[in-house]
């Protein structure tokens, strides 16, 4: 749930949609809810006061860019993520083409 839903803000939109789907992310991601505590009053408290730790902190493998987006989508201010996931699937596309070059560059090649 975004933070918005949890202040119960007049003003949701899809943005909202967007928090969701970087949440459900950063746990396919890493196996971790972006927040964790030991009580649901506590876990919304993080939620909508602590930065979230981005994913790349618990698995070193995640290319600096799909870390990025991820944490863009988990941002407490709804005009600080992304404004649509038209705009959010563009990210995801560049950053899945940046990823197929780096493994296609020569320098990954095996040498013979």
Do not use: W
Not at 43 to 63: C, F
Not at 77 to 98: G, T, V
């Amino acid at each position: 749930m975004a933070p918005e839903q949890i202040r119960e803000s007049s003003e949701i939109d899809g943005r909202a949609d967007v928090y969701s789907l970087g949440a459900t992310a950063y746990e396919l991601l890493t196996g971790q809810l972006p927040f964790t505590a030991k009580s649901m009053v506590l876990a919304v408290y993080a939620q909508l006061n602590d930065e979230v730790s981005p994913p790349s902190t618990l698995r070193t493998d995640i290319p600096q860019e799909l870390d990025s987006i991820v944490t863009k989508c988990l941002e407490k201010d709804p005009d600080n993520r992304f404004q649509s996931a038209y705009e959010l699937s563009a990210a995801l596309r560049a950053c899945l083409r940046e990823y197929e070059a780096d493994e296609i560059a020569p320098s990954n090649q095996p040498s013979h």
